[in-house]
């Protein structure tokens, strides 16, 4: 983990694996304006939920930005990352 190895970091990477880890979501806007405020990719109406549900009917990031141009593979990486953590945090 390249947290543990900053100086004097190592014993709260140890005991707290995710003390360090920090996800940057730049690419996800939530504006009520848009989409009756869900989360979108870049403030296009393009919600995350479309996105997510592309992946669980087994579309790879290179179908998705295939079918849907405006879309970028970032996007879909922020995508899953931000379902990712609002599953961490509701739990």
Same mark, same amino acid.
């Given at each position: ?17 995710? #003390?360090?880890?920090?996800?940057? /979501? ?6 009520? #304006? ?9 403030? /296009? ?8 549900? /592309? ?5 790879? #990031? ?23 953590? /609002? ?5």
């Amino acid at each position: 983990m390249r947290e543990a190895s900053k100086p004097g970091a190592s014993w709260v990477a140890a005991r707290r694996p995710f #003390a360090y880890v920090f996800v940057v /979501l730049d690419r996800i806007r939530i504006d009520p #304006a848009v989409c009756e405020g869900r989360p979108t990719i870049r403030g /296009l109406r393009i919600t995350v939920a479309f996105v997510l549900k /592309l992946i669980g009917a087994g579309d790879d #990031a290179d179908d998705i930005v295939q079918e849907h141009p405006e879309l970028e593979k970032k996007d879909v990486s922020q995508a899953t990352k931000y379902g990712a953590w /609002l599953e961490r945090i509701s739990s």
